[in-house]
């Protein structure tokens, strides 16, 4: 079982190796009750001298994943939840979106510091989903969409790139309040092909193989991940420029780099941790961000530009926010 919502997935462990319930620590069995009366498949590992056990099973047929350490605490998890589980204030909202449609699935997600909920409901033939936090507030829908209603601009972008591949499913997307469109095709030998385009038709992200990339993108990627691991290649336009975004791993370090069509590199992020962070940023950051909110995420960004920080906040209140963070002749300040 590998239970995918909110945009991630609870992977199975690198380097894990599977284990009998009694070599659980008793700490981490005390958590894991709650979810299962014993799981189907405990994996354990150390990461960072800490020991952390990955487990999977059901509860009164409701499926259930989680990570937990050797002294209980429970590190992410999703579980599968009956209606009569949830809050007042969420079953209402579930019953405002949902309206008709029949209510499929819940699954209770805790990311280590927040808690949602994502739902899926059947509408006749349709599938739906939506994200909501623990207060009942929008994070994110899913819906099925013709491609006869999309715009000429998506349209356009749409065709260009799969050519004559049969479409197999659009989802049009909507998170923070902007509108995207997720396209799953199929060519002529099998191959799916999977992409994004925003509202204004400029793709937002394909897959694509390293052999397709060109020559000069080809020699600069060699040239800069020649100590690293490569996780995934992206294509990407904005404004008719292509990129292609190429994310890697140096040990424990996320790096993406993105290059132009001419093998120029145009930018260079990397995943940070804030304690990671200068002081004075750290303590601007603390300052500007949203009031009863929690820092989930921070990439720090080179181009032409010099540096900057994107950093996502997340509260129980509302739904996460990005600001952006630049460090100017009068320090670090939010670029509204």
């Not at 019953?95 to 209770?108: D, E």
């Not at 000069?216 to 691991?229: L, N, P, Y």
């Not at 960004?301 to 926010?321: C, K, L, M, R």
Request: glycine letters at 6%; hydrophobic letters at 35%; charged letters at 30%.
């Amino acid at each position: 079982m590998r239970l995918k919502v909110a945009g991630w997935v609870l992977c199975a462990f690198c380097c894990a190796e599977e284990i009998a319930w009694a070599q659980v620590a008793p700490a981490a069995q005390t958590i894991a009750k709650s979810f299962f009366d014993k799981p189907d498949v405990v994996e354990r590992k150390t990461e960072n001298n800490q020991v952390i056990f990955h487990m999977t099973g059901s509860k009164e047929g409701k499926d259930a994943e989680l990570e937990v350490t050797s002294g209980g605490k429970l590190l992410n998890s999703e579980q599968e939840i009956a209606f009569a589980e949830i809050q007042p204030r969420v079953q209402e909202q579930i019953r405002k979106v949902s309206q008709n449609a029949k209510l499929s699935s819940i699954t209770k997600i805790f990311d280590g510091q927040q808690l949602t909920y994502e739902i899926e409901v059947a509408k006749g033939t349709q599938e739906l989903s939506f994200s909501l936090t623990e207060l009942g507030i929008m994070l994110s829908s899913e819906e099925p969409i013709a491609f006869e209603k999309l715009s000429a601009p998506v349209q356009k972008t749409i065709r260009g790139e799969i050519g004559h591949a049969k479409i197999n499913q659009i989802t049009k997307v909507v998170e923070d309040g902007e509108i995207s469109y997720d396209i799953e095709a199929k060519k002529q030998n099998g191959k799916v092909l999977e992409l994004s385009v925003d509202m204004d038709g400029d793709l937002i992200s394909m897959e694509v193989a390293f052999n397709q990339l060109p020559k000069a993108v080809q020699d600069a990627i060699r040239e800069k991940t020649s100590d690293s691991k490569i996780e995934n290649i992206s294509k990407s336009t904005e404004d008719g420029d292509v990129f292609y975004d190429v994310e890697t791993k140096k040990g424990d370090r996320e790096i993406v780099l993105s290059f132009g069509d001419d093998g120029l590199l145009s930018s260079e992020d990397e995943k940070i941790a804030l304690a990671d962070l200068p002081a004075p940023l750290q303590a601007v950051i603390r300052t500007e961000g949203p009031h009863d909110s929690h820092v989930t995420e921070i990439w720090r960004s080179n181009d032409e530009d010099g540096t900057s920080y994107d950093v996502e906040f997340s509260s129980i209140w509302s739904a996460p926010q990005i600001l952006h963070f630049v460090d100017s002749d009068h320090g670090y300040h939010a670029q509204k």
